[in-house]
């Protein structure tokens, strides 16, 4: 990249989302958009007076796809040096690319914070402190943690590197480990900020936890032995429970949001509950398959 001149970004946005989340992301980057392409992968199409309101975004849709694979899609068509994704209920701060440019001046891979956002919900609240307790701030700049897909920022070169990691769609999990073993540092800095909409609620998200939980069952069950996918069925009742201290854990530790957390303490417990029995499903499949 050209320190003389500012690099080009592709912002991928997976979107499953009712269309009003979606306006409110784009809207943000709105102001931000000079050098940067706008690609949104959607599931569903958008209503046309929203693809009139910013013909600078290009629409794709693929109907039942979830959004790893939405973002799979985006990256092989991405044309900018950088390539940072999120999704259509994260509301990017005004400064958010020119951040992600002045950082991966001098890093490879970056993700950053997620704040909750203004007027969420209950259902809201539970998804987020499911989701990104660990990305709340403050905590520092480091490459101690694994940025989260939906405030990331990658160097296009790096993930061409390793396309055959991502053809299932772009897992973090299985593609981050990929970046490592070529020697990639991954990093967070809460600078880079996005804040979270609201959801399409409990229901929903109760769904996204079920597809989401086989899948990453079935990634992890297949490098597993038949022994150590019978742990991942067996093990799964005390799941629920351990993530949810792991939850509470990093609310308390921030001193924000603790009584929120509190509040919505069941419909964490029951999002976990439904991650669990779907990751001990993706594990049976892989046992089932043997």
């Known amino acids: 990249m050209s320190a003389a001149r500012e690099a080009t970004v592709t912002v991928v946005i997976g979107s499953n989302a009712p269309s009003d989340r979606l306006e409110r992301c784009l809207a943000a980057l709105e102001p931000q958009r000079e050098g940067v392409e706008v690609l949104v992968q959607e599931s ?50 005004a400064d958010w690319v020119a951040t992600m440019r002045r950082l991966l001046a001098e890093h490879d891979v970056v993700g950053g ?21 660990r990305d709340l701030p403050p905590f ?14 990658y160097k296009r070169a790096l993930l061409e590197r390793i396309a055959e990691s991502y053809r299932d769609g772009f897992w973090e999990p299985v593609s981050h480990r990929r970046l490592e073993q070529e020697g990639v540092e991954l990093r967070r800095d ?27 069952g079935h990634q992890r069950g297949a490098g597993f032995s038949r022994a150590r996918n019978a742990i991942g069925v067996l093990g799964a009742p005390a799941v629920p429970a351990l993530m949810t201290l792991r939850v509470l854990r990093q609310v308390f530790s921030k001193r924000r949001f ?7 303490l069941p419909q964490i417990v029951a999002h976990n509950a439904v991650w669990a029995y779907a990751e001990a499903r993706g594990h049976l499949d892989m046992l089932r398959s043997r």
């Open 44 to 93: 569903e199409p958008s209503p046309a007076a929203l693809r009139e309101r910013f013909p600078w975004a290009r629409f794709a849709t693929a109907p039942g796809r979830l959004v790893p694979e939405h973002w799979r899609d985006g990256i092989d068509a991405a044309e900018g040096e950088i390539v940072a994704l999120t999704i259509a209920q994260m509301v990017p701060a």
């Open 113 to 133: 914070a997620i704040e909750p956002g203004a007027g969420l919900r209950a259902a809201d609240w539970a998804e987020y402190f499911c989701r990104y307790s």
């Open 140 to 153: 520092p700049a480091d490459a101690r943690v694994e940025p989260a897909g939906d405030n990331a920022a």
């Open 190 to 216: 809460p600078r880079l900020l996005v804040r979270q909409g609201r959801s399409a609620g409990f229901a929903a998200f109760a769904r996204q936890r079920l597809e989401h939980g086989r899948r990453y």
């Open 258 to 264: 603790r009584l929120r957390a509190l509040l919505v």
